[in-house]
T-cell receptor, first 115, second 111 residues
C-alpha cells in the first residue's frame, strides 16, 4: 500500500515556541493531504485539508493562524503549530488519499508535548 | 448528519471468538466506508473497506457487512487473536475525500 511518513515522531517544546511537522508521501504524489489531531483515547478529528498550490481549508473551530499549513510540493505538506501552549499537546496525524476511489493512508503520527 | 456512531466503546473477546463492531450513519451521500486499526502510539492502518453497492466484503478473517437501507455497517473479526487487540475505527467518506470517523472501539482479545 501507499506509504506516508511524518517527521518528527515526537517533539517536546517550551510554551510559546513554534513546532513544524512534516508529512511526506513516499511512493506517490498527493495533491491533497489531511491533518488530524487525536487526544488520548479519543477519535481522530480533522483539522484541515492541505492543497498543493493553494491555501489550506480549515475545519470549523480550527485557528488557521495558529496551525499553519503549507503544501509545498506534490509529496510534502507541513503543519506548523505557532506559539504552542500546553493545550496543544496532542497526537498529530497526516493522511493522503491513495489511488482513485481508494482509502486514505495515514502517517505514523507525531506526538507533541508542550511544557 | 455528518456523524458516524460506533459501538461498543470497548469489547473483550476470548481468543478464537468473533469480535463484532457496529457503526451507523445518517448521510446517504457517504460513498465509501473503511475500517482502520490503530495500535497505541501509531497512526491508523487501513484494514478493509466497502462501497454501498456491496452487502459484504471479506478479507481473510475480517468481514464487513453493509446494510444500506438501515444505514449500518459492521466489522466482524473471526478467530480473534491477541494480536488483534487494538482500537478500531469505522469511517465514512463524503465529498472532497474527507473522512468522518466513529468514536472508536477498544478491542481486547484475552488469550
Amino acid at each position: 500500500g501507499a506509504v506516508v511518513s511524518q517527521h518528527p515522531s515526537w517533539v517536546i517544546c517550551k510554551s510559546g515556541t513554534s513546532v513544524k511537522i512534516e508529512c511526506r508521501s513516499l511512493d506517490f504524489q498527493a495533491t491533497t493531504m489531511f491533518w488530524y489531531r487525536q487526544f488520548p483515547k479519543q477519535s481522530l478529528m480533522l483539522m484541515a485539508t492541505s492543497n498543493e498550490g493553494s491555501k489550506a481549508t480549515y475545519e470549523q473551530g480550527v485557528e488557521k493562524d495558529k496551525f499553519l499549513i503549507n503544501h509545498a510540493s506534490l509529496t510534502l505538506s507541513t503543519l506548523t503549530v505557532t506559539s504552542a501552549h500546553p493545550e496543544d499537546s496532542s497526537f498529530y496525524i497526516c493522511s493522503a488519499p491513495g489511488l482513485a476511489g481508494g482509502g486514505q493512508y495515514f502517517g505514523p503520527g507525531t506526538r507533541l508535548l508542550v511544557l | 448528519q455528518q456523524q458516524v456512531k460506533q459501538s461498543p466503546q470497548s469489547l473483550i473477546v476470548q481468543k478464537g471468538g468473533i469480535s463484532i463492531i457496529n457503526c451507523a450513519y445518517e448521510n446517504t451521500a457517504f460513498d465509501y466506508f473503511p475500517w482502520y486499526q490503530q495500535f497505541p502510539g501509531k497512526g491508523p492502518a487501513l484494514l478493509i473497506a466497502i462501497r454501498p453497492d456491496v452487502s459484504e466484503k471479506k478479507e481473510g478473517r475480517f468481514t464487513i457487512s453493509f446494510n444500506k437501507s438501515a444505514k449500518q455497517f459492521s466489522l466482524h473479526i473471526m478467530d480473534s487473536q491477541p494480536g488483534d487487540s487494538a482500537t478500531y475505527f469505522c469511517a465514512a467518506r463524503s465529498g472532497a475525500q474527507k473522512l468522518v470517523f466513529g468514536q472508536g472501539t477498544r478491542l481486547t482479545i484475552n488469550p
